[in-house]
């Protein structure tokens, strides 16, 4: 599949857009910091500097993770189209996130040793993220219609939601306290020593997906025509998944719930650069995504003065009328 | 080519196409004619192996399709599927494209013989001009065209054909007919067409396979044929 000119130009332009927006965001907040603290925090750090401690602990982190959970969500959102041949799928929709959500509810406020013990929040929500995917994929070979497995991923979050009630009612103020400050989602709570792990896990994710290119291409056009064209669909459907639940089960348990990005930004990029060569929209949506939350997390940090807006609240605004707008235009 | 051995193929307890033993030929176009119903593209979905026969086997190449992977079985037998696939933003031309999968590398990347055979399976349904269309934008004859040239492009020894011309106005019927004679003839592939179109399939001088409506056997008939012999088989009426 060729790249028109078009879509080279889109990949450029995001390409130079997504650095200036990082820096952007390195820049914004409460305290205002010189670019030579920034270049000390970096290459001659002095843990008695202030401004270079809010560098390395603060912005830094802060950054990468808004990158990498608007990245991470939106290739997320468009492996998961592609597989189900399903516009409106993406990891929140589909209770991938529910998954997570739930499985961080064990870890945290659950006795259960297995799922309490050493292990932290991030391997549970990756196996919960992983469970529900499987969970889905199950439920997608009886389900024919888009919408009625649209309405399974709803139905597993409803009831994924009522179990953590439940746990939630019966677990200790502490717990509560913890589980809820994790809910609420927030691009600030990652530490500089955890990004290197961070960032090995995405990049594994997005390699993961360049391989998958041509049974993504494929698939565009149903599971069986992928079928008769010599891709062993069984394989490339476990890969997928394993993929989404990677990256969505890695960024809801940094962030917590992020909802919309996965499911709206790979939708924008196709209306806008208008293919289906995956080797594009993956580069699109990573890209695109990217942007999109530094743009709401800079947006957030602008506000924070007068009013805090979460970052699933900032995403679900932004989010919810754009994907109503894209059931009107395939309606119409 | 195509051998079956005491095959049935339906669904469940209840077969629709039985067939003893039969062998189909290269270089050949079959008209396969049944009644609504009578199994035709189950019998296509069990050759290309994607509908698990009741008993018996398929053998393509000497080869049982069962015990054949996915892999190998694309680049010997393709399938033009009825329904075409409702997607946005996918261009003829990378439709086509996608036929090429079995021969490109674990990337998809396109060698200039594939884009030269793309290229050519458009010319030879005179397609050319769709080329840089969305598939979104065709009309269903086209599609039914473009589905056509995917499988020529496939490049496979077998084609299968699942009421391709269903939406093709006459002279897009006879053409194909007459192209995918010439195809099977000139490159040495055998070619099944299900279809409704008696008069036609006569008149391009067809062999026919036709599904028994009382035993359910599946039957060959060489060219020439009457029509009244099919009828009597395949639809058993009197008319």
Redesign the interface.
């Known amino acids: ?1 060729n790249i028109t000119k078009k879509q080279s130009a889109f990949l450029i332009i995001a390409g130079i857009i997504l650095p200036l927006l990082c820096l952007t965001h390195l820049f914004s907040g409460q305290i205002s910091i010189e670019s030579q603290d920034f270049f000390d925090a970096l290459f001659n750090y002095n843990d008695k500097s202030m401004s270079q401690k809010i560098v390395r602990e603060l912005r830094i982190p802060r950054m990468v993770m808004a990158l990498i959970a608007g990245a991470g969500l939106s290739l997320s959102g468009l492996l998961m189209q592609t597989l189900f041949n399903n ?1 409106l799928a993406g990891p929140f929709v589909l209770g991938i996130n529910s998954g997570a959500s739930l499985f961080v509810a064990f870890s945290i406020m659950t006795g259960i040793p297995l799922l309490n013990s050493g292990l932290g929040i991030i391997p549970s929500a990756l196996i919960g993220a992983f469970v529900f995917g499987i969970i889905i994929l199950f439920f997608s070979a009886f389900v024919r219609s888009h919408i009625s497995l649209l309405l399974v991923g709803l139905m597993l979050g409803s009831f994924t939601s009522a179990i953590v009630f439940i746990i939630q009612s019966a677990s200790s103020s502490e717990e509560l306290k913890s589980f809820t400050m994790w809910a609420m989602g927030s691009l600030q709570k990652t530490e500089l020593s955890q990004l290197p792990i961070i960032c090995l896990l995405f990049v594994t994710g997005v390699i993961g997906s360049m ?1 998958l ?2 049974p993504l ?2 698939l ?3 599971e ?2 992928a ?6 669909h069984k394989t490339v459907r476990l890969l997928i998944i394993s993929i989404t639940a990677l990256l969505t089960g890695l960024i809801t348990a940094l962030c917590g719930p992020i909802a919309f990005v996965g499911l709206a930004i790979p939708n924008l990029v ?1 209306i806008v650069i ?4 995956h080797f594009t929209l993956i580069l699109a949506s990573i890209l695109t995504g990217g942007a999109f939350i530094l743009v709401c997390d800079i947006l957030i940090q602008l506000l924070e003065s007068s009013i805090h807006i979460p970052i699933n609240a900032l995403t679900s605004l932004v989010g919810a009328p754009f994907v109503v707008l894209i059931v009107l235009k395939r309606l119409a | 080519m195509i051998e079956f051995n005491k095959t049935a193929i339906g669904f469940k307890s209840t077969p629709l196409v039985l067939i003893d033993s039969l062998k189909l030929d290269k270089g050949q176009l079959y008209i396969l004619i049944g009644k609504n119903g009578s199994g035709k593209s189950t019998l296509l979905n069990a050759i290309v192996g994607i509908q698990d026969l009741l008993s018996g086997s398929i053998l393509i190449d000497k080869k049982n399709i069962q015990s054949v992977s996915r892999r190998v079985l694309s680049k010997k037998i393709s399938l033009v599927k009825p329904t075409f696939p409702q997607t946005d933003y996918l261009t003829v031309r990378e439709f086509i494209s996608l036929g090429r999968s079995p021969y490109t590398n674990a990337l998809g990347r396109l060698r200039k013989t594939d884009n030269d055979i793309i290229s050519k399976s458009l010319e030879i349904l005179n397609i050319t001009s769709l080329g840089n269309k969305f598939t979104s934008e065709l009309s269903d004859g086209e599609r039914q065209l473009v589905s056509i040239a995917k499988a020529i492009a496939q490049d496979t020894s077998v084609i299968l054909l699942d009421e391709p011309t269903a939406f093709l106005d006459y002279s897009n019927k006879l053409l194909l007919h007459q192209t995918l004679k010439r195809i099977a003839k000139e490159t040495n592939k055998c070619i099944i067409l299900s279809s409704h179109d008696l008069e036609l399939s006569i008149d391009t001088a067809c062999d026919f396979l036709a599904i028994n409506t009382k035993t359910s056997e599946l039957t060959t008939l060489n060219s020439p044929v009457s029509k009244q012999d099919l009828l009597d088989i395949a639809f058993d009426s009197k008319i």
């Open positions: 599949m516009p391989l290119i041509k291409n494929t565009v056009i149903g069986d025509e079928k008769l064209l010599g891709i062993n196709r208008k293919t289906q060569n």
